[in-house]
C-alpha cells in the first residue's frame, strides 16, 4: 500500500492532472484582480461625471440661427346651440419662422486642459473659434400660414444659439451682425422646454442689422466663441453649407458622429482637420426645425397637441446629426490592464509547462507548493501593472513590474532548480513572455493575430523539442526514482 501510495505521487499523469488543477485555482485571483480594474475603471467614469455635474459636460453646438417670431390671426364662425352662425371669434397664436445659414464657417482651435478628481486625470478642452457666414434676405412670403385667410403680424427677430452645457462658455460671445454688435441673452424666449434650443441664449437683432432685415437684405454675420467641454465637440451642420477647421496640439483625436472630416492630418504635434458638409445630405434641419415646432402658444389643448406632435418628429428623426471630434486618451490604463488580464491563465500556464519541464529533463523534484508560488507571482504582477499604471505612464509601468517579477522568479529558481544559470534562463524564458504580451498590447489592431501566432509558436517549439522523448521510460523513471532513494 505504502508503495502505491509513493508511487502515484511520482506518477507523472498525476502531476499533469494536479498542474491543470493548480491552474484552475489560480484563475481565483486573476478574477479578483480583474474585479479591481473593473471597479477603478468605474470610478474613473464616475470622476469624470462628477466633473461633468460641477466644471463642463461634453458640448453639443447647435446654431447661429435666425429666429422670426409672428402671432397669426384669423377668425373663426361663432355658432349657437342650433349651428347656427351668429358671429365672428377672433382667434391667434404666436409662432416662429425658423431661417438658416446659407453659409457657417467655424475656424476654431482646441487646447487640450487636464482636469483631476483625486488620483484620476480628466481630459477638457478650451476652444477659442470664430463662427462666420450670412443669413438670406428675409421674404415675408416664406412664411406659410396655418389658418385660412389668416394674418401675420411678425415681431423683430432675434438670434439663438445653443450648446450642451452653457456653464462651459468663456464668457459672452460676441456677435456682430451687419456691422452691429449684438448682446446675447439668457433662454431663447418661445421655445418649448424639450426643444433643441431650450437652455440656449438669444441675442435681439437691432440697430443697422434690424433696418437691414425689415429693408430684406442679406444679413453677414462674425461671432467669437470661447468654450469648454470635456473630452467631446459636436457641431451640428445646419446651413445650407457647413465647413469648419479645427487645429489643436493633441495628438490622439477620434473623429466620429454622423460625418467625418473630408481632410485631416496627425502628427506627433497634433491635429488639423477640415469639414465640408451640405444640407443636401444631413437632416439636422429638419431635426432642429421639429424640436421648434411645438413651441407656439395658443389654446390649451392644442398647444399641447402641437408639443405632443412636435415630440414625436424628434422621436421619429433620431438624435442630433453632428460631426465630433475627441480628445481621445492615447492609452487608458484600465482598459489595457483588463487587456492584459486576458492573457493570465494562458501566462500562468505557459510558466507552470516551462516549470514542468525543467523538472522533467533535469531530473529534479518540485513540489506542489513551489508550482503555487510560481503561479501567484505571475498572478500578482496583473495586479502590480495596475497599482503602478495609476502612478506612472502604461509602459513605464509595465516595464516595472515585468521586471520585478522576472528578477523574482530568476532569484527563486536559482534556489529551487540548484544553478544561477538555470534560474536566469528561466527568468529570461519569462521575460521574453512578459515582451510578447507588450506586443500584444501595444498593437491592438493585430492583437488576435500575433496571440494566435504566440500560442502556435510555443506549441510547435514544445511539440519539436520533445518529439523524440519516449514519455513511457520518462514516466518509469520518475517513478522509479523514490524507490532508488529509499533506505
Known sequence: ????????????????????????????????????NRERGESQREAANELASTYAGRQTMVGPLLL???????????????????????RSKELAHVVFPDKLHIEGTMAPQERYRGIFKI???????????????????????????????????????????????????????????????QR???????????????????????AAWQAGTPLPFEMKLGLVGQDTLAIAPIAEETTAHLLSP??????????????????????????RVSSLVTSAREQ????????????????????????????????????????????????????????????????????????????LRLHPIQYGLVGLSIALFFLLLLALSEKFTFWMAYAGAATASVALLAVYFSAVLGGWRRGFSFGAFVALLYGALYGLLASESNALLLGALLIFGMLAALMLVTRKVDWYALSRRTEAAPATQAP
Not at 310 to 315: K, L, N, S, V, W
Not at 320 to 342: C, E, H, W
Request: charged residues 20%; neutral net charge; proline residues 6%.
Open 250 to 275: 493633441w495628438a490622439h483625436p477620434s473623429f466620429g458622429g454622423r460625418f467625418l472630416a473630408v481632410d485631416r492630418s496627425v502628427t506627433p504635434q497634433g491635429f488639423d482637420a477640415r469639414w
Open 68 to 90: 422670426v417670431p409672428y402671432v397669426e390671426r384669423w377668425n373663426e364662425p361663432l355658432r349657437d346651440a342650433q349651428g347656427k352662425v351668429i358671429g365672428q371669434e377672433p
Open 188 to 210: 431663447v424666449p418661445g421655445i418649448a422646454d424639450d426643444a433643441w434650443l431650450a437652455n440656449g441664449i438669444h441675442a435681439p437683432v437691432t440697430g443697422a442689422a434690424l
Open 1 to 36: 500500500m505504502l508503495q502505491f501510495l509513493k508511487a502515484l505521487q511520482s506518477s507523472m499523469l498525476v502531476k499533469v492532472a494536479g498542474l491543470f488543477f493548480l491552474l484552475l485555482l489560480l484563475c481565483i485571483p486573476l478574477a479578483e484582480i480583474d474585479s479591481i
Open 288 to 363: 432642429v426645425r421639429a424640436g421648434l415646432s411645438g413651441s407656439g402658444a395658443g389654446p390649451d389643448g392644442e398647444a399641447q397637441a402641437a408639443t405632443q406632435a412636435a415630440g414625436t418628429a424628434r422621436r421619429n428623426l433620431g438624435p442630433l446629426q453632428t460631426f465630433d471630434v475627441s480628445l481621445a486618451q492615447p492609452i487608458n490604463v484600465y482598459s489595457m490592464s483588463t487587456r492584459a488580464g486576458k492573457y493570465g491563465m494562458l501566462f500562468i500556464g505557459l510558466v507552470l509547462m516551462a516549470a514542468f519541464m525543467f523538472e522533467l529533463f533535469r531530473k
Open 123 to 185: 481630459q477638457f478642452y478650451t476652444l477659442d473659434a470664430t463662427l462666420s457666414g450670412g443669413f438670406a434676405a428675409f421674404d415675408p412670403k416664406a412664411v406659410s400660414h396655418s389658418e385660412t385667410d389668416s394674418k401675420i403680424e411678425f415681431k423683430p427677430p432675434f438670434i439663438a444659439f445653443d450648446v450642451s452645457d452653457l456653464r462651459g462658455l468663456d464668457g459672452s460671445p460676441a456677435l456682430v451682425m451687419n456691422g452691429e454688435a449684438l448682446r446675447f441673452r
